[in-house]
């Protein structure tokens, strides 16, 4: 990656147009888009792809096909980060006296989905024990 140019400007996408306004007003010096992962398209690579306790909100049909997605979503030498649970199957848990729904597909599916796709894992981590909550490190070479 020596030689790289970084650029100085980021890409966030949300499905909440709240979110995507208040991000926009707070950084206006980047690009940011009101869309469904599940449904968004776009011909862009991008060098870095972090997606922290965002894509575990999905149905459980969505798994495979967005984490897929995010990994043809990186250019060469990329790094994606990305969080799920270790707790396959559909699930739904109380937060703040709110119910939410959550899915996962387990440790094994996700890692196998990033090397069928070429990435190779630089770490994985359970990294709020007793959680079942999970953090990879990959990246396509």
Not at 16 to 31: D, I, Y
Not at 54 to 74: E, R, Y
Not at 102 to 109: D, F, H, L, R, T
Not at 125 to 141: C, G, M, N, R
Request: with cysteine; aromatic share 12%.
């Amino acid at each position: 990656m020596a030689g790289r140019i970084i650029p100085k400007y980021a890409t966030g996408l949300d499905v909440s147009k709240e979110m995507v306004k208040l991000a926009s007003a707070n950084h206006p010096e980047h690009k940011f888009v009101q869309q469904d992962i599940c449904t968004w398209e776009t011909e862009e690579k991008f060098d870095f792809i972090f997606a922290w306790d965002s894509i575990f909100h999905l149905p459980l049909a969505m798994q495979k096909p967005v984490i897929t997605k995010l990994c043809k979503l990186l250019a060469k030498d990329g790094i994606l980060i990305y969080t799920f649970g270790n707790a396959e199957g559909e699930h739904t848990d109380q937060w703040r006296n709110d119910i939410f729904y959550y899915s996962s597909i387990g440790i094994n599916e996700n890692i196998q989905i990033l090397i069928n796709n070429g990435l190779s894992i630089l770490h994985l981590e359970l990294d709020q024990y007793p959680e079942k909550h999970v953090y990879t490190i990959a990246t396509k070479p």
